[in-house]
């Protein structure tokens, strides 16, 4: 059987399924990529596919099925509900949604689709989207280029505001126990607000380019060293735009790892999670026995078998897990990096405590404290300025947090636990 | 007996087909206006090839191409002679 045979029949299948849902539910909602060509199961199917989010519909479905054919992926939902009202809001989203008129969104009644009452418009040249396809007036080529373009502009446009927001919800938290904010250095005498925002500019680019690296990969484990070398570029940047002040090396190290693993994972169809591809790649990326660099959390390690940051990244990151539930939205920030300081092994604080004894004791002060005292907040944010305490890697935790929590939001196949 | 290929999704087409006294085709297409005479031509060509005669041919056309009228058309024509 040829491939177009293949996807006919694959349609068929389809369309049998629908019928066969409309014997029980009054309304069928088919979504699927309006793809051209032969392969309907590329990066950029999957890219759009999983840009598809049923919550932004505002129905409720009794069933939902996915599905992998050779007509690419596609969704069912059976509904009891008006199938009119269903089309108007299905219209509405292809027409609001960026990558909308990429998605296919038929609706079923009587075992007939109904029309939209305006024909949609071909997207290059704005005639009837119909005839263009029937009369083939554009090119494989030049609809793939289009439809590569607006893909990978959306999700590349979308990650780098999701970054600089989460970057900026920490940064800008006041009071902050001795990390930098807007009205103070806190405890870094290098440190400042405006060299914080440089080095945030100087290193989202390179998040981007893994992100647009990752998408297009068939085995992950052979490009970790492409990935690696756009993670030094961007310490490089980021040391160029501080003077030499390592601002964000580990937000490097946590970011690069998740936007590789959600660029893979997002343009693909795959029965893991998220959490599952990111322990992966961090296995890829490094084990615990081989650090290879003389950094302090090695020392940490072999002196206290505390792991840090690499720990909670081969673990799938745990503690972020558990300051997803804490953390909504920008109101909440103070409570999870509290929550963080108190439970995830900060390597930052352990070399300025001076002493495991003292780590300790600190820790514990953040474990008592009451969040929604602004005095206790404040006299504790004093007292690690007084002793030059830091709490970098769990900062680096926070920003991670809020961009996952992000991701989820807006993804309905995004599930981080 | 009637026998079916195909779909009504966008970009398809669904095809109906049963026997008759005579060849009759029926074309309802969403680019009828533009496309009807390149239709039928496909239909006509398809059930010459497959040495078909006398056949009642329905085909409810949602912007279909060529290649995908005549393999619905085919597969239809080919449920229909497995069931004679």
Redesign the interface.
Same mark, same amino acid.
């Given at each position: 059987m040829t491939t177009?045979?293949k996807i006919?029949e694959a349609? #068929?299948t389809?369309?049998n399924r629908i019928l066969k849902l409309q014997d029980t539910y009054q309304t069928v909602v088919?979504v699927k990529v309006?793809y051209p060509g032969k392969d309907k199961n590329n990066y950029l199917v999957y890219l759009i596919f999983n840009s598809f989010n049923v919550e932004q519909l505002s129905f409720s479905y009794q069933v939902m099925g996915k599905y992998i054919s050779d007509d690419g992926p596609y969704y069912l939902y059976g509904l009891n509900a008006d199938a009119e009202l269903v089309k108007e809001k299905t219209i509405q989203f292809e027409e609001n949604h960026e990558l909308g008129r990429f998605l296919?969104m038929?609706v079923y009644h009587d075992k #007939?689709?109904l029309?939209r009452k305006y024909k949609r418009k071909c997207y290059i040249c704005g005639e009837p989207a119909? #005839?263009c396809?029937?009369?083939?007036k554009h090119s494989f080529n030049e609809l793939n280029a289009f439809i590569r373009h607006k893909t990978i502009d959306y999700y590349t446009n979308q990650l780098y505001a999701f970054i600089d927001e989460a970057i900026m919800i920490e940064l800008d938290l006041d009071p902050k126990f001795g990390l930098v904010t807007k009205k103070t250095s806190g405890s870094h005498n290098d440190m400042n607000y405006q060299m914080m925002i440089k080095a945030k500019k100087a290193i989202i680019p390179y998040f981007i380019e893994m992100f647009k690296l990752s998408i297009k990969l068939d085995k992950f484990d052979h490009h970790i060293e492409d990935l690696r070398v756009l993670g030094i570029q961007a310490e490089i940047a980021m040391f160029k735009a501080t003077n030499n002040v390592n601002a964000y090396k580990g937000l490097i190290f946590h970011l690069g790892l998740i936007v590789s693993a959600y660029g893979y994972y997002i343009s693909r169809n795959f029965d893991k999670t998220i959490v599952e591809i990111i322990k992966e790649t961090a296995q890829l990326f490094f084990n615990l026995d081989d650090l290879a660099q003389e950094t302090f959390g090695k020392i940490a390690y072999q002196k206290h078998q505390i792991k840090g940051a690499k720990g909670e990244a081969l673990l799938g990151y745990p503690h972020v897990n558990d300051a997803l539930r804490l953390y909504n939205d920008e109101s909440d920030a103070l409570k999870t990096l509290v929550y963080l300081i108190c439970h995830i092994e900060d390597t930052n604080l352990l070399k300025r405590s001076k002493s495991l004894d003292f780590y300790v004791k600190v820790k514990k002060m953040f474990c008592k404290l009451n969040v929604n005292n602004q005095n206790e907040v404040n006299q504790l944010s004093q007292f690690c300025i007084d002793y030059r305490l830091s709490f970098g890697g769990s900062a680096d935790l926070l920003i991670v947090t809020i961009f996952i929590k992000k991701l989820m939001e807006n993804h309905q196949k995004i599930a981080f636990n | 007996m009637i026998y079916q290929a195909g779909s009504k999704e966008s970009n398809d087409c669904l095809i109906t087909i049963k026997e008759s006294s005579e060849t009759k085709i029926h074309i309802d297409s969403i680019v009828g206006h533009l496309f009807y005479d390149q239709i039928l031509e496909a239909v006509k060509e398809t059930l010459k090839e497959q040495n078909v005669e006398n056949v009642d041919v329905t085909v409810e056309d949602k912007g279909a191409l060529d290649y995908t009228i005549r393999a619905r058309l085919i597969v239809a024509i080919k449920r229909m002679k497995k069931n004679v």
């Open positions: 177009s045979d006919l349609r #068929e389809r369309y088919t309006n296919d038929d #007939e689709p029309s119909h #005839e396809i029937r009369s083939k | -």
